[in-house]
């Protein structure tokens, strides 16, 4: 008996109504002040959801849900790219609408009525039935994604406020540098492949604070307790704002990273905590 899918009429999903691929990679979520970006990559190989979605009949749709603000929405998103294997898309999502867990359904819906409709690659146990389809109604769905809306801080502008400046170097393969030439910031130089990929860790911006900003931390932090005896640092804006941080948290007398953790709310328990959550998610 074939797998049946809960829908009243055929649908490429997970289950077998359809022979045809339809799925959801290479999310990457990249939050702003006021604004997520949702970055998604669609695969599908059938004819018939191309030809739809080419002509206007269906359109991609990305429907969410936050249950910490009790809200959802439909997001219509942007086709960036036609990939030799589908579509690459891009959504954005008002920061203010949502806060913790946000689950996502990537969908292809129908713009208008379809009378008539039947996929080349339907079930056989559909035959050659066809269906009268309205506006709204399901075409494809892809599954299911889940990303944190927690913004406390963005990765790359962490609660050290506007004293750290991360910089895509193309001169630069391997390896960061910190510089402290700059008397409003501290200067992180990342090589431009490995900053362009940092992005894609989006969804855990645990892993990128503790990747990134946890060491360029580190190493000020260092550079200050050397240099602050030899060199005057009072001048300098980044200098003033990050005295007052690890004044605030206890101050000089503790080691270098007890503080750089303080400062960034631990970022190496959350990313070994989330992550485990994530696995027994999965």
Known sequence: MAIRGSYPHPVIDAADDVASVFEVLNVLIDPSQQDIEITYEIRTDDPDLIR??????????????????????????????RTSAGFKLKAWLDQQ?????????????????????????????????????????????????????????????PPIGSCFRFVRSTSRHKRILVTYDSDETVNVQIPAKTFDEFKLFGHRPDLQISLVVLPALMDTLRFIKESRNEEPLDDKIWFNAIEKLVEDRGGWEQTILEIAQKILDSPIDTAIRTGIVTEEED
Not at 130 to 144: H, K, N, S, V, Y
Request: proline share 2%.
């Open 97 to 157: 609408l949502v806060k913790g867990n946000v689950v996502a359904d990537a969908r292809v819906i129908l713009t208008d009525d379809l009378k008539g409709h039947r996929w080349e690659k339907q079930h056989a146990e559909y035959g050659n039935a066809q269906f009268d389809l309205l506006q709204g109604d399901i075409l494809a769905e892809a599954g299911t994604f889940n990303f944190s809306a927690d913004k406390l801080f963005d990765p790359l502008d």
């Open 52 to 81: 739809l979605l080419e002509s206007g009949v269906a359109m991609h749709s990305l429907r969410w849900r936050c249950s910490s603000t009790i809200s959802a929405g439909d997001m219509k998103p942007e086709v960036t790219h």
